[in-house]
């Protein structure tokens, strides 16, 4: 790997993670935004135009904010927490190609940090990380409260990712392959996998909403049973960070599904887009494309938030295990059934 | 038991349907419900900009009356202090001189006139009691201040302007 390359690679670092932070910065503003306009209200709408500098203001106000940290806490985990989800929440977006390759010249720009084989694998086991960032924190404020609310997330976590998976490894019989840049270039054109994987989509979606710990399913932070949940001893920027975290999960999983099943940077009719306006822009327009895809994504993620009330904890264990895993594997199931048929006598 | 009246309704537990089991069209009902909102224009009030129009009854300040001469209403009687049951309302009398007979109407007129706000429940009873149709509760919101004393009303606050200037 030769230096420039190396330094474009840290340039697309540095760009993804900012990207990451304003989109989920702008998330606050459009849940809030969101919320009022589904609630018949107009929402923030004070600082700046439309209100549009109020995530400054709210991150602002967040590093201003008294930092408690109580005695009997356990001070180097209770700090450790919420690095630890921000930090997992950033890190998944590593494999995830966020476009094309750029051919400008000479050289070539991928846009994907970076291309590892088991690219899927290492987007489940970063997810399954965050559960750590949540069970520290509540484990380290020392309140019971919270450790039940970190219990519950990290038994949520679990049980969602079993079905996550599950639902996946139909997908991967479909693709053949683990890569993300692979997935995502076999699905060039219209040939997304949504339409081939329908169901397996639907129960990802579901245990993506559980795995971001997202309404119907934020049980972790039920006001009502548990104060606050895991985050209830945590005051200033460190409850801004795992708050933060959550919308760079919804951004970080958003942009997984939309790669995994919505077809990523394609759209139809790119190939012609791309032979008219140049190798330069038609990848940037996919890029556009992408994220376009994921701001739906994000969209639906809040449209259902302020839709649906919160499941139960039973419930929301009985529909884990009892309904998703089961219906997963019906799904492989029947994806095994139908590619054996397909390559026995279509083929 | 027999049944009192022939409205009696036999509750029925039915099993529920596959769809209603399966929880995702009920939900996609929800999604309809609230997408629908979302197009909808919003009820808010911009408050600063935008004002509330109030009712015909609405009671908000109070102000001192002037007659068609411009000359004060008053007659500083009591009543309106005798009829406030918070007690928000103070005056001292004084009688008129010679030659003040434009700035008052009767001999008698209120020197102190004083309203308590932070007291005053804005019942009305003050309106109805005064004989001399002197004071009304016609104003707008009692502004918001920072200190407790700012909240006696003088005169200076409740009388209102003079008929030409």
């Known amino acids: 790997m030769g230096v420039s390359e190396l330094i474009i690679k840290a340039i697309l670092v540095v760009v993804i993670f900012a990207i990451s932070l304003v989109v989920a910065m702008y998330s606050t503003y459009a849940e809030r935004k969101i919320a009022a306009f589904l609630q018949d209200r107009v929402g923030p709408n004070r600082a700046g135009p439309w209100g549009l500098l109020q995530p400054l203001a709210d991150g602002g106000k967040m590093f201003m904010k008294e930092e408690i940290i109580p005695t009997r806490a356990s001070g180097f985990l209770f700090i450790v927490g919420p690095a630890l989800a921000i930090m997992t929440a950033c890190i998944g977006s590593a494999v995830i190609p966020w476009g094309q390759k750029i051919v400008a010249g000479n050289t070539v720009i991928d846009l994907q940090v970076t291309d590892i084989n088991v690219g899927i694998l290492y987007i489940f086991g970063v997810v399954s990380l965050g559960v750590y960032g949540i069970m520290i924190g509540g484990w380290a404020s020392n309140n019971k409260y919270s450790l039940l609310g970190a219990i519950r997330a990290a038994s949520q976590n679990i049980s969602y990712e079993i079905s996550m998976g599950l639902s996946i490894i139909a997908l991967l019989m479909v693709t053949g392959t683990l890569s993300l840049k692979e997935i995502a270039e076999q699905q060039h054109g219209w040939h997304w996998n949504v339409i081939y994987q329908p169901f397996g989509f639907l129960l990802f979606l579901v245990c993506a909403f559980a795995e971001t710990n997202r309404s119907p399913f934020d049980l972790p932070e039920c006001e009502t049973e548990l104060v606050g949940g895991y985050h209830t001893e945590y005051s200033s920027m460190k409850l801004g960070f795992y708050l933060f975290a959550e919308y760079i999960n919804m951004f970080i999983s958003s942009a997984v599904m939309a790669t995994l099943y919505w077809g990523g940077y394609n759209y139809p009719g790119m190939d012609w887009v791309t032979a008219h306006v140049g190798p330069v822009i038609g990848p940037l327009i996919g890029t556009a494309v992408l994220f376009a895809k994921i701001f739906l994504f994000i969209f639906f993620f809040m449209w259902v938030r302020w839709t649906i009330p919160r499941f139960r904890y039973d419930q929301l264990m009985d529909l884990g295990w009892k309904a998703l895993i089961p219906l997963a594997i019906t799904n492989i199931v029947i994806t095994g059934a139908w590619i054996t048929i397909y390559d026995k006598f279509f083929k | ?165």
């Open chain 2, 1 to 165: 038991m027999e049944p009192l009246s022939n409205k009696r309704k036999v509750l029925e537990v039915k099993p529920l349907t596959l769809a209603e089991r399966a929880y995702l069209p009920a939900i996609l009902g929800g999604l309809k419900i609230t997408i629908k909102h979302f197009f909808k224009k919003p009820v808010t009030i911009k408050y600063p900009e935008e004002k509330r129009e109030f009712s015909e009854n609405f009671r908000g300040m109070h102000s001192l009356k002037r007659d068609e001469n411009g000359a004060e209403r008053c007659t500083a009687c009591g009543l309106c202090a005798l009829s406030c049951p918070a007690e928000a309302i103070t005056m001292t009398a004084a009688e008129r001189q010679k030659g003040e007979e434009n700035l008052y109407r009767e001999e008698k007129y209120a020197a102190v006139y004083e309203i308590n706000m932070l007291r005053c429940i804005f019942c009305g009873l003050c309106e109805e009691a005064c004989p001399k149709e002197a004071i009304y509760l016609d104003g707008d919101i009692v502004p918001s201040d920072m200190l407790r004393k700012d909240f006696i009303y003088g005169k200076d606050k409740l009388v209102e302007a003079p008929l030409n200037q």
